[in-house]
């Protein structure tokens, strides 16, 4: 009797299931949100999910806040340019979103110049093909989102070393303190001291927290849907370059002898191999440069997979709702419970990549300066 319950039950929920998806379809059928019908004024231009993506994805020069009919709410930056010997500075509020444009610059529309300030011929849309090199010191959105992870960086760390002053060396931290502490003690254990000589270690161990925390915050900002949060700017290629940079740099010249004979004369590798030609040695003068193009690649590409899932399952709704707005809304619930649950997991992954970012740097680190008898 309990199998012939349980198998009533099976057949029932089955039932179920069928009978709604058999409505979504039909009611996806017959109740189209734009039909052909419509009055002329109440027609819109249809949905296009990929220029959102790609516009939110791509920088540009003025941060939006929100949009209210026909009228943006946004925070314009300061545009900065040299061209022809002379220097411009105005807001970005000048160029109206796209619109217009100023002193004889506009934003680009097209190809490899969009969301580009480029120089502009009188009707202010055609770009000039005889412009001379314009050089733009513009702060645009990211690189003032940069800017407000790196003041969040001071102030928590400035707040937190007044809390450790006031405790004296006998006092036990408490609170966000210990959490901090926590995590200090987790990235240097399992980092630097793992990955470095512990001779050389110190002088490291700076720039190491300085990284890992710089993208952990500016990570956890990407997840904020509000300002000053929202702008993944570890997925912009130009950022992840300039900390590829940073570690490249630093190791170079922060390593000893030891390196750089481990590069030209690879101990313990056959004399065949790097004479009379250098085979070992182009190697790893290869590697040399390859291990921060890889560091930068595999931060962006992470970050920027994830940026735009989300955004991707956002726009499923809205691709739906122009198809059926039943649908649309029907899909809105599951919609956003996966988006809560992707941006907890994202919590995950904003520690991770920052974790492993430092791993890397730290084991390049720990090449750069190995021990005399290694």
Known sequence: MHEVGATYKVVKFCSVQKFFFSALLLLCIVAPANSNNAPEDTIREPFNAGDLII??????????????????????????????GRFYFFLSSRFEHGKASYKGFGIGKTGSQRNRIIRVLDDGVTPDPNAGRLWNFSISKAAFSGLVSALLLCLVFVWVGKQYTKMGPGGTPKGFCALVEIIIIFVLKSTAFS??????????????????????????????????????????????????????FTTQFLANKGYWKHIFNTPGVPVFL???????????????????????????????????????????????????????????????????????????????QAYVFTLFSAMFFGMAVPDDHH
């Open 195 to 248: 990955s470095i000589s512990h001779k050389y270690v110190h002088r490291f161990l700076p720039y190491l927290l300085s990284l890992f925390f710089f993208i952990f915050f500016s990570n956890i900002l990407s997840l904020v849907p509000f300002f000053p949060g929202g702008v993944n700017i570890t997925g912009n290629i130009s950022v992840t370059f300039v900390l590829a940079m940073f570690t490249f």
């Open 55 to 84: 516009g939110k994805a791509i920088d540009n020069f003025e941060w939006d806040i929100a949009k209210v009919g026909d009228s943006y709410i946004a925070l314009p930056l300061p545009i900065i340019l040299i061209y022809d």
């Open 274 to 352: 790097k004479f009379p030609i250098p085979l070992m040695p182009i190697i790893e003068l290869v590697g040399v440069f390859i291990k921060p193009f890889v560091l930068m690649i595999r931060l962006f590409a992470n970050m920027t997979a994830g940026f735009m899932s989300i955004l991707g399952f956002v726009c499923l709704i809205f691709v739906l709702g122009e198809f059926s707005t039943f649908a649309g809304f029907l899909v809105s619930p599951l919609v956003v419970f996966f988006l809560i649950f992707m941006n907890f997991l994202k919590i995950l992954v904003a520690f991770l």
